[in-house]
Nanobody, 125 residues
Framework: QVQLVESGGGLVQAGGSLRLSCAAS????????MGWFRQAPGKEREFVAA???????YYVDSVKGRFTISRDNAQNTVSLQMNSLKPEDTAVYYC???????????????????WGQGTQVTVSS
């Protein structure tokens, strides 16, 4: 079993920045892809970003150039630096692991086996 705990959400004005962090514990698999998904009110959960153990990263088109995902394999953590935030980035953000990237244009993933509890990000206009 894997536990994922997110932190770093909050309220920010448009154009601002936030950094989300996720710590994995339990039966962790350092070789697994780790990533972030988000769910806005009334919408389905969507992929945001992922990073392989090698450091290769993937992003949904809407966040490219604004968000940066990184991981620390020794600490089993993954972070998401979010810059130039927009109101449409408002959502609950979920950390996830144990999933596969099956396509890259656009990025498509399998359903993750493990999810965090989610952290709210609100961007005001």
């Amino acid at each position: 079993q894997v536990q994922l705990v997110e932190s770093g959400g909050g309220l920010v004005q448009a154009g601002g920045s936030l950094r989300l962090s996720c710590a994995a514990s339990g039966r962790t698999f350092s070789s697994n892809t780790m990533g972030w998904f988000r769910q806005a009110p009334g919408k389905e959960r969507e992929f945001v970003a992922a990073v392989r153990r090698s450091g290769i990263s993937y992003y949904v088109d809407s966040v490219k150039g604004r968000f940066t995902i990184s991981r620390d394999n020794a600490q089993n953590t993954v972070s998401l630096q979010m810059n130039s935030l927009k109101p449409e980035d408002t959502a609950v953000y979920y950390c996830a692991t144990s999933f596969a990237i099956v396509a890259t244009t656009p990025v498509t993933t399998t359903q993750p086996d493990y999810w965090g509890q989610g952290t709210q990000v609100t961007v005001s206009s």
